[in-house]
Nanobody, 120 residues
């Protein structure tokens, strides 16, 4: 059984910072790409940032220069440092990872989501 557990969401004022964490656990052989998506009320889930196992990153234009994705491969954990937060960053943030379990074929896994609310 593989699962992703997120932490770090909350309420912050505009201009503030938050750091999200997401740890993969279970019977894991290899964690490949990891990333963060977000979904605001009435909107579809959208890409925020991704990072490969080698550390290459990709960001949505709306967060470039403000958010930084990183990972600790030894801990199977991905982070999202969010600075200069804006009210439009308010959303539920979901962690995702492409994982190869020890027994089963590789697949995409998702966390349960963590709420980020930015007040103006």
């Amino acid at each position: 059984q593989v699962q992703l557990v997120e932490s770090g969401g909350g309420l912050v004022q505009a201009g503030g910072s938050l750091r999200l964490s997401c740890a993969a656990s279970g019977s894991i052989r290899w964690v490949n790409d990891m990333g963060w998506y977000r979904q605001a009320p009435g909107n579809e889930r959208a890409l925020v940032a991704t990072i490969t196992s080698g550390g290459s990153t990709n960001y949505a234009d709306s967060v470039k220069g403000r958010f930084t994705i990183s990972r600790d491969n030894a801990k199977n954990t991905v982070y999202l440092q969010m600075n200069s937060l804006k009210p439009e960053d308010t959303a539920v943030y979901y962690c995702t990872a492409h994982i190869t379990p020890r027994i089963f074929l590789s697949s995409d896994y998702w966390g349960q989501g963590t709420q980020v609310t930015v007040s103006s």
